[in-house]
């Protein structure tokens, strides 16, 4: 990602001024990104986004020509908001900041930390923006996948998005996120090429209308690629189409070929799956697939299902690659400690109206606890105090409402360090491996957890110290408020 440091908000770049003007550039703070709530009305997340992000982080410079450009923003006055000493400095800033996130594939609740930064005020700070939008978008995507393959139940899913996705950098996104929540592969060749994604694909309509004829065009097809050979069968009657698949994948067998399949993609797809399903059976091709496509989610994909429909591999594009039922994540990155040079930490807290808004103060981490290969809690604690010796989870809504986490349940932190002064610690493991993680991550959670509608919820909080300390500064900060 060279040449993408100004993948920035301007205030970003205003307040790293602020900072470095008033002295204030190299005093250590710590953010936190997280989400407030799980899309989807979801009862998981599946964290993604953090190999691109580590491309942008390895590439962070303002080099010449960035220097240059900068220089010509105004303000009201029409003279240059920066003054030619701080670009000098940007011109020569290198990331000294330690960098902890969760691995991709990990499932995650609202509130945990999923990037955690610390250092100089002024670095961290600069990098909110670029982290927001490669972990919002990736993420959202990846549990939208993870929906839509857990709705398939073991069927394959095709990722089919490219053509309605929202630009180049969007769909290449998609493509990745969505192997890593679990698809079996893509259509997007490309994505196939960076990230290694198995590449699927047969034919449109418009193969078919370029015929006189539906069967001359399954001929001619199958002449030319008889080793993939998937039919498209609803282009004028879709079981006439399916017969005539039938006529050449008779054919292709003689010449020592299978039919792969065939593909619906418009009308009743759950009766006719099952049409379609018997005359396949009835003429002996039991392992020809019927793939699916047309708008289809989680929701379209559990119906079909319940209405006894045969599909076996799902081809899901629009509603995958936009999140279509909720267009953002709502991540945020938000100041929790600072200390000037030398000084003691202080921790900070972000004050709401609503109190889903009210930030977490202190060097979180996150804490899974798992009992018999199941996760049983996870706590939000602070890196600041030492790990206490009996875990108490605090519950956010409610905090009468208090959990004991038995001595039986071992516990690990989900934050690994990526960065540390700086400098790149952490190997990205392949996609396919994260793809797995994604897999095994969420059979640990109870089947309640992963139900579409209504989840059950899974235990999350602060650990008790925490949420005490918390209590009292958003005490304290009120106070000061009520006697402005």
Same mark, same amino acid.
């Given at each position: 990602?060279?040449?993408?440091?100004?993948?920035?908000?301007?205030?970003?770049?205003? /307040?790293?001024y602020g900072y470095w003007k008033s002295g204030r550039a190299d005093h250590e703070a710590v953010f936190h990104l997280h989400f407030r709530n799980a899309p989807f009305a979801s009862g998981y997340t599946v964290a993604c986004g953090l190999e691109p992000v580590l491309d942008w982080l390895r590439a962070f410079r303002f080099p010449d020509d960035d220097v240059a450009?900068?220089?010509?923003?105004?303000?009201?006055? !029409?003279?240059?908001?920066?003054?030619?000493?701080?670009?000098?400095?940007?011109?020569?800033?290198?990331?000294? +900041?330690?960098?902890?996130?969760?691995?991709?594939?990990?499932?995650?609740?609202?509130?945990?930390?999923?990037?955690?930064?610390?250092?100089?005020?002024?670095?961290?700070?600069?990098?909110?923006?670029?982290?927001?939008?490669?972990? =919002?978008?990736?993420?959202?995507?990846?549990?939208?996948?993870?929906?839509?393959?857990?709705?398939?139940? &073991?069927?394959?899913?095709?990722?089919?998005?490219?053509?309605?996705?929202?630009?180049?950098? $969007?769909?290449?996104?998609?493509?990745?996120?969505?192997?890593? &929540?679990?698809?079996?592969?893509?259509?997007?060749?490309?994505? $196939?090429? %960076?990230?290694?994604?198995? +590449?699927?694909?047969? *034919?449109?309509?418009?193969? @078919? /209308?370029?015929?006189?004829?539906?069967?001359?065009?399954?001929?001619?097809?199958?002449?030319?690629?008889?080793? =993939?050979?998937?039919f498209l069968v609803d282009t004028y009657d879709t079981l006439a189409g399916v017969r005539k698949a039938i006529a050449v994948g008779e054919r292709l067998r003689q010449r020592g070929h299978e039919l792969v399949g065939i593909r619906l993609d418009s009308g009743d797809l759950a009766w006719l799956s099952a049409e379609a399903r018997k005359l396949l059976d009835a003429?002996?091709? *039991?392992?020809?697939?019927? @793939?699916?496509?047309?708008?289809?989610?989680? #929701?379209?994909?559990?119906?079909?299902?319940?209405?006894?429909?045969?599909?076996?591999?799902?081809?899901?594009?629009?509603?995958?690659?936009?999140?279509?039922?909720?267009?953002?994540?709502? &991540? @945020?990155?938000?100041?929790?400690?600072?200390?000037?040079?030398?000084?003691?930490?202080?921790?900070?807290?972000?004050?709401?109206?609503? @109190? +889903?808004?009210?930030? =977490?103060?202190?060097?979180?981490?996150?804490? %899974?606890?798992?009992?018999?290969?199941?996760?049983?809690?996870?706590?939000?604690?602070?890196?600041? *105090?030492?790990?206490?010796?009996?875990?108490?989870?605090?519950?956010?809504?409610?905090?009468?409402? #208090?959990?004991?986490?038995?001595?039986?349940?071992?516990?690990?932190?989900?934050?690994?360090?990526?960065?540390?002064? !700086?400098?790149?610690?952490?190997?990205?493991?392949?996609?396919?491996?994260? %793809?797995? %993680?994604?897999?095994?991550?969420?059979?640990?959670?109870?089947?309640?957890?992963?139900?579409?509608? =209504?989840?059950?919820?899974?235990?999350? $909080?602060?650990?008790? $110290?925490?949420?005490?300390?918390?209590?009292?500064?958003?005490?304290?900060? #009120?106070?000061?408020?009520?006697?402005?």
């Amino acid at each position: 990602m060279d040449g993408m440091t100004l993948l920035t908000d301007l205030y970003q770049l205003t /307040m790293a001024y602020g900072y470095w003007k008033s002295g204030r550039a190299d005093h250590e703070a710590v953010f936190h990104l997280h989400f407030r709530n799980a899309p989807f009305a979801s009862g998981y997340t599946v964290a993604c986004g953090l190999e691109p992000v580590l491309d942008w982080l390895r590439a962070f410079r303002f080099p010449d020509d960035d220097v240059a450009f900068l220089a010509t923003i105004p303000g009201n006055d !029409g003279k240059p908001i920066f003054a030619p000493e701080f670009l000098e400095h940007l011109r020569g800033l290198r990331l000294s +900041v330690d960098v902890d996130a969760v691995p991709e594939g990990t499932v995650v609740f609202p509130h945990q930390p999923l990037v955690r930064v610390r250092g100089p005020i002024l670095q961290c700070q600069l990098l909110e923006t670029a982290l927001l939008c490669l972990v =919002n978008f990736h993420t959202l995507i990846a549990t939208k996948a993870a929906r839509i393959c857990q709705a398939a139940a &073991g069927d394959q899913v095709l990722e089919f998005g490219l053509r309605r996705a929202q630009g180049v950098d $969007g769909a290449l996104a998609a493509s990745r996120a969505a192997y890593v &929540g679990g698809c079996a592969s893509t259509s997007n060749v490309l994505a $196939g090429k %960076r990230y290694g994604i198995p +590449v699927r694909g047969t *034919h449109a309509h418009s193969w @078919v /209308m370029s015929f006189t004829d539906e069967l001359e065009a399954f001929e001619t097809y199958a002449g030319a690629m008889p080793n =993939n050979c998937v039919f498209l069968v609803d282009t004028y009657d879709t079981l006439a189409g399916v017969r005539k698949a039938i006529a050449v994948g008779e054919r292709l067998r003689q010449r020592g070929h299978e039919l792969v399949g065939i593909r619906l993609d418009s009308g009743d797809l759950a009766w006719l799956s099952a049409e379609a399903r018997k005359l396949l059976d009835a003429a002996g091709f *039991h392992k020809a697939l019927i @793939v699916a496509s047309n708008d289809l989610d989680e #929701r379209t994909i559990t119906s079909i299902k319940a209405q006894g429909g045969k599909v076996a591999v799902w081809g899901v594009g629009t509603k995958l690659v936009t999140a279509f039922d909720q267009p953002a994540l709502g &991540g @945020v990155y938000k100041l929790a400690a600072i200390r000037a040079p030398g000084g003691a930490w202080q921790p900070r807290v972000k004050l709401s109206e609503q @109190v +889903v808004k009210v930030s =977490n103060p202190g060097i979180q981490n996150t804490r %899974r606890f798992v009992r018999g290969g199941a996760a049983v809690a996870d706590v939000i604690w602070d890196e600041l *105090h030492p790990a206490p010796t009996a875990w108490e989870l605090v519950d956010p809504a409610d905090a009468s409402h #208090r959990t004991t986490i038995g001595a039986d349940a071992q516990g690990a932190d989900l934050l690994v360090p990526v960065l540390r002064a !700086g400098t790149q610690v952490y190997q990205p493991p392949a996609l396919v491996a994260v %793809r797995e %993680r994604t897999r095994a991550q969420l059979a640990l959670f109870h089947e309640g957890v992963k139900r579409l509608d =209504n989840p059950h919820r899974y235990p999350v $909080g602060l650990e008790r $110290g925490l949420h005490e300390r918390k209590t009292a500064l958003v005490l304290a900060a #009120r106070a000061v408020k009520a006697t402005a």
